[in-house]
Every structure is written in structure tokens, then in C-alpha cells.
């Protein structure tokens, strides 16, 4: 088997995240690093050595590593990704043989830096990726296949319902809705979008087949509890987790609320006061079959506010006389801890991503890359690039995702239905940039507040 020379460009979560997958991929060597911060790159290096993964070589900047490596994977910050496809299309200009790129969802921050990331990786022909691991779980598959027979001869999926939540982000850039691009929405709800887009799309049919002809969607900076009791919760509770950059607040996620802002504000650097960000969405696509006329729908709901067990993906499905249902935290794996013992538990996370608790009794997901799908589109890209094709969702494909996750902003903006039929809408979303990307998030979500 050929391999495919991986260069990465960021050293964080979901970097070494996708490290923990590539333990399960044939075929891929992580060849190069790059990071603005050294110190997580050298970490990450070392991560990749002892694993057994490659050599992993630190380098300076993506045009040194550029000639090293056959592909450049970016999981670095959406505020930096449209600067670093400017300096892989400048390498490749100068010679670097490069099969080509990935992308980590979401592709971007709004439309038009997405428009132009793909504008340029198109300049000099470069094979692309987007990595939306969702549609590569392998759930989701297994359901399809199963059903695909029953899709076939009774019709296919009318309604899908997709979620992701969690008790808040790991690092300081995802609370912060300017670099980030927005809050849970444009975090995790390109996930929802994409997974509702996919499984209700017919079998054999490619993944942009239905077109998405309408989004209604609401944003909103929860505040579930009242300062009073509030006060009551003790903060050492909050000071055991092994890492400050890397706390997932435990009970209640009130990023709202005054003293939680200044929670934020003292582990972050980030001040919800001034430029909050959404800690919840939900809303609904209509698509339309393009050969039947048929429309259906999907539904998306994300959360910083979910205060279970951990991380946790709920997908279902309605079909004509057939249904499916997927819920990452049934796990075959539980584990019970007493108080007396919590003290001795050295990571949460090892156990279920965005941990929330040390004790009582514990969902573990034993391998969370594979559930996830990280395995599976790693695998993709690797096939795919050594073929010298895009992968099963190209950039374009992520273009549209970002399109969908601006439309559902301008849905909640506005309180109303986004008519993307209208070609005002088309042309409006090009350069649309939400409010709460802005800045100005306080001007929509605490304005909610007070109606």
C-alpha cells in the first residue's frame, strides 16, 4: 500500500483528536507539524512519535513544510484558515507537489471566506477535502445500508432530527464569536446541518442532490437558573478539572448570567457582557427532491447548555412505515466510581470527550475517534488524494454547509423563514456576516431577553 505524507497545520484538540485516529489508519504518516504556538507542536510531535505515526518534524511555517509532506490537513483556528490556504496556494505555485488538502469543518467563517478558499485551491488544482465526520460514522452508514432496500421500495426518509451537545468549547478562540465565527451554531450546528442533509438524501444519490429551498432557525444565550442558586454552587467544584485551559463546566452552563460571565472572562479572556455568542440553536431546513418534487425536512438543535455525561449525538429518522435512531452515549462499556474514589480518577475525558463528571455511574465510549467517524474520513482523504481525486465532500460541499449555518443566523437575526429560492437571498448571503460574528451579539441575544 502506498502512504500518504500528512503535514498538519495546528497542534490542538481536534488535531490530536485526528492523531488518535490515524492509530487506526494504514497508510498515513504525519510527516510534518506546523503550529502558531510552538510548544503544543513540539507536544503533539512527540504524541506522534511515541505512537508510532511518523517523524512527525516540527517545522516553522507551511511553506517549510509544504515540501515536505504529499498533503496538508488544517485544523487550525476558522480565523487564521483563509491566510493559510493563501500561503499553500503561494507553495504549490513555487513548486511544492502537494496531492492535496483538508479542511476540518466548519470550512470557514462565513460565505465569502469560503467562497474564497475554494476560489483559490481551485487556481492551482488542488484535490480537496472537508471533514465532516459525522456523515462518516459508521452508524450512520450501517443505518443506510440497512434501510437503503426499505428506502427503495417505500420511499425515502421524510424527517431527520440531528443534535450535538456539550457543556461548552475547550479552548479560548471557540467562546470568542469574532475569531470563532459565532457560537454553538456555527461550532457545532455545521455538523446537524450536514448529518440532516445527508441521511435524508435517497440511496445512490450524491450529497447535494436535495436542494435546501428554506431555513427557519432561532439563537439564544440561555439563562436556565436563577442567580440565587446559582450562588449556592460551590466553586471548588469547578477547580478539579486537570486542566484550566481545558475546563468543561460542570452543573449548569449559564454563559448568560453575570457570574458566569466572569467565569469566562477569568479562564478565557473572553467577555460575554460585551460580545456574547449564541449557547443554543435550533431550527429546520426544507429540502426538495429535485426529480419528485418532494419536500422534506431536517432538523437541527445544538447546545453549549447540555449538562449529561459528556458530548452526545443524537440522530433520528422517519421514513414510510421505517425509522432509525442513534444515540452516542448508549454505550457497551458503563463504569460505576464512589465519592471515596473520584479523587483518584486522572482524566474524565479519556472516558467520553467533554466529560462532566468523575463519579457515579459513567457511559464510556472506548473508542471515540471510530465512533465518531475520524477513522473513516481520514481513511477517505487517504484514498483519495493517493488516486489524485477530492474526497467523498469536497470543499464545495463545505462551501454550501457554510452557506446553510449563514442562512440559519439571518433566520434567527431576522425572526423570520430564509427563502433560499430568492436569488435577493443568494446574493445576500455572499457577504452576509451575522451579527454575532460582528461582535454585536449582545444587540440580539440579551435584546431577547427583555421582550
Known amino acids: 500500500m502506498s502512504t500518504l505524507k500528512l503535514g498538519l497545520v495546528g497542534a490542538g484538540f481536534v488535531a490530536r483528536f485526528h492523531c488518535r485516529a ?39 511555517s507551511v511553506t517549510e513544510m509544504a515540501d515536505h509532506v504529499d498533503a496538508i490537513a488544517i485544523y487550525a483556528p476558522n480565523f487564521a484558515r483563509v491566510e493559510i490556504v493563501e500561503e499553500i496556494v503561494e507553495a504549490v505555485k513555487r513548486g511544492a507537489a502537494l496531492k492535496g488538502v483538508i479542511c476540518e469543518k466548519p470550512l470557514a467563517r462565513n460565505v465569502r471566506e469560503a467562497r474564497r478558499m475554494v476560489e483559490l485551491v481551485e487556481e492551482v488544482g488542488l484535490r480537496t477535502a472537508y471533514f465532516e465526520n459525522q456523515i462518516f460514522m459508521k452508524p450512520v452508514r450501517a443505518q443506510l445500508a440497512q434501510l437503503e432496500p426499505l428506502q427503495r421500495t417505500m420511499g425515502p426518509l421524510a424527517l431527520a432530527r440531528s443534535a450535538e451537545e456539550h457543556g461548552g468549547p475547550h479552548e479560548a478562540w471557540f467562546w470568542d464569536p469574532v475569531r470563532q465565527g459565532g457560537g454553538t451554531l456555527c461550532d457545532m450546528g455545521c455538523h446537524s446541518l450536514a448529518a440532516g442533509w445527508y441521511v435524508l438524501t435517497p440511496a445512490g444519490k450524491p450529497p447535494t442532490f436535495l436542494e435546501p429551498i428554506a431555513v427557519s432557525a432561532e439563537c439564544a444565550l440561555l439563562k436556565c437558573l436563577s442567580e440565587k442558586r446559582n450562588r449556592r454552587i460551590p466553586m471548588r467544584r469547578y477547580k478539579r478539572h486537570r486542566d484550566a485551559a481545558c475546563t468543561v463546566f460542570r452543573i449548569g452552563s449559564k454563559w448568560g448570567l453575570p457570574r458566569w460571565r466572569e467565569v469566562l472572562l477569568k479562564r478565557f479572556g473572553v467577555d460575554y457582557a460585551r460580545t456574547p455568542a449564541e449557547d443554543f440553536a435550533t431550527g429546520m431546513v426544507t ?103 477530492d474526497g467523498f465532500l469536497p470543499w464545495s460541499y463545505g462551501l454550501e454547509i457554510t452557506r446553510l449555518v449563514m442562512a440559519a443566523y439571518m433566520s434567527a437575526e431576522r425572526q423570520r423563514t430564509v427563502d433560499l429560492t430568492d436569488p435577493a437571498v443568494q446574493q445576500e448571503l455572499e457577504t452576509y456576516v451575522p451579527l454575532i460574528q460582528q461582535g454585536r451579539g449582545a444587540e440580539v441575544l440579551y435584546a431577547a431577553g427583555k421582550k
Open 22 to 60: 490515524l492509530k487506526q489508519v494504514r497508510g498515513v504518516e504525519v510527516a510534518g507539524i506546523t503550529s502558531r504556538t510552538s510548544a503544543s507542536a513540539e507536544a503533539l510531535a512527540s504524541m506522534v512519535r511515541n505512537s508510532g505515526l511518523g517523524e512527525g518534524v516540527v517545522y516553522t
Open 287 to 389: 429540502y426538495r427532491n429535485p426529480e419528485t418534487g418532494q419536500l422534506v425536512k431536517a432538523q437541527f438543535t445544538n447546545s453549549w447548555m447540555f449538562e449529561k455525561q459528556g458530548l452526545r449525538l443524537l440522530m433520528d429518522g422517519m421514513g414510510p412505515g421505517y425509522a432509525f435512531e442513534i444515540n452516542s452515549l448508549n454505550s457497551a462499556l458503563q463504569v460505576f466510581i464512589a465519592d471515596v474514589a473520584a479523587e483518584a480518577v486522572a482524566d474524565a475525558e479519556l472516558a467520553l470527550e467533554k466529560a462532566t463528571a468523575s463519579r457515579g455511574l459513567l457511559a464510556v465510549q472506548y473508542n471515540e475517534p471510530d465512533l465518531y467517524g475520524y477513522t473513516d474520513e481520514n481513511e477517505d482523504a487517504r484514498d483519495a488524494f493517493l488516486a489524485g481525486r
